[in-house]
């Protein structure tokens, strides 16, 4: 393993352990967390594509919030120094007042980025993205071209999300980032997408192994124990040619982790990040299905300071060791807090029945 790699992997270790002690004490000695350095707005469910795997069920919201309520939580946000405020959704472009919205978060000193299927971003949009201030555009892009296609139920989604990559790049997007869940379906796919964003000059990708929520949950298309096995291996050589982030639905991976990653992660849900809903409840990230279990307060009832406040509880307490006997008596629990909690709901949230090493 490079040696750059193990050491960006210790210091990230060391930086996440002292964030947490000091989140920790602030909220025993003031009653006061510190704020979420950044809040994610699941802005809409309604999409334009219809892929397989999607997370989001499309549920229908005639509910969602407008754009003054919006602007509402971005002063909020902006209060608190939030630093960052991303959208994704469903399909975030679908939301004619976007731009608007970015503007506003921009003008008000709050980084933003966009997490989008690519398919109605063109040129133009790219424009206006880049003068509303975005930073960061997350692009999907799920195998080649007949294999995308596919999963996203359109025959031009892969042609128009290689060209929305283009003109993200071309309207001067600071950082780019194609996103890619792996599945049963393109586990394969892999070396070809990679060559792609090679030879586009992408800045970084993102793999995330599908969540068992949504339509996944009943595909049947979940990585198993061998093809984990397989992709670990394929980042751990992929990444001398670009970076690439593996998604934190996979948290601690056992000794050798830093072969697969640059930083120490765990579930961020409720110590650094949250996320809006499309209605204006908040909940811990748009991948946590919007049921009761998983809202801690909506924007229409209370400030979202003190949903941040008062809710989060099982997140940021141990109570999740007391309920489950295997996180009790886990010596790894310091490292893997046990484990993203949507794949908890499929039961694949544990490393010890993952294990790769
Ligand atoms: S038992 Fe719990 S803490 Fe231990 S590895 Fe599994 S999920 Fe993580
Ligand atoms: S619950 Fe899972 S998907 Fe959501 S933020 Fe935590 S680790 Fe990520």
């Not at 195998?143 to 999963?151: Q, R, S, V």
């Not at 990679?194 to 009943?218: C, F, S, V």
């Not at 697969?260 to 110590?271: A, F, H, Q």
């Amino acid at each position: 393993m490079r040696l750059r790699h193990r050491i960006n992997y210790w210091n990230s270790s060391l930086r996440l352990k002292l964030f947490r002690q000091r989140f920790e004490l602030a909220g025993l000695r003031s009653g006061r967390y510190p704020p979420p350095s950044y809040v994610l707005w699941d802005c809409t469910r309604r999409c334009n594509l219809n892929c397989l795997h999607c997370g989001a069920s499309k549920e229908h919201y005639d509910n969602e919030l407008s754009t003054v309520q919006v602007k509402g939580f971005i002063d909020q946000l902006a209060r608190l120094r939030v630093r960052t405020f991303a959208v994704t959704g469903g399909e975030p472009l679908l939301r004619k007042d976007l731009i608007e919205l970015l503007t506003h978060a921009s003008r008000l000193g709050i980084k933003t980025g966009v997490a989008t299927n690519g398919f109605i971003l063109d040129e133009n949009k790219a424009r206006e993205l880049k003068a509303a201030g975005v930073s960061s555009i997350q692009i999907s892009l799920d195998g080649d071209a007949d294999t995308h296609n596919h999963i996203r139920q359109n025959p031009h989604a892969f042609d128009r999300a290689v060209q929305a990559l283009r003109y993200c790049r071309k309207a001067g997007i600071q950082l780019l980032t194609v996103s890619t869940v792996v599945t049963g379906m393109n586990q394969d796919k892999l070396e070809h997408i990679k060559q792609l964003l090679l030879d586009e000059g992408i800045n970084q990708w993102k793999i995330i192994p599908l969540m068992p929520i949504g339509r996944a949950e009943k595909s049947n298309l979940q990585i198993d124990k061998p093809a984990l096995k397989q992709l670990l291996e394929f980042i751990s050589q992929a990444r001398r040619q670009i970076p690439i982030l593996l998604g934190e639905n996979l948290t601690y991976l056992g000794r050798d982790e830093a072969r697969y990653r640059t930083k120490v992660t765990y579930c961020p849900v409720g110590i650094s990040a949250c996320c809006l809903g499309t209605d204006g409840k908040i909940r811990g990230c748009p991948e946590m299905p919007d049921d009761p279990r998983f809202i801690e307060g909506s924007i229409l009832e209370q400030s979202f300071d003190e949903i941040w406040q008062k809710g989060f509880k099982p997140y940021r307490n141990q109570s999740l060791r007391e309920q489950d006997p295997l996180c009790g008596a886990c010596s790894l629990w310091d490292k893997c807090r046990g484990g993203c909690w949507v794949m908890r709901l499929g039961e694949a949230h544990c490393i010890k029945n993952w294990r790769v090493e």
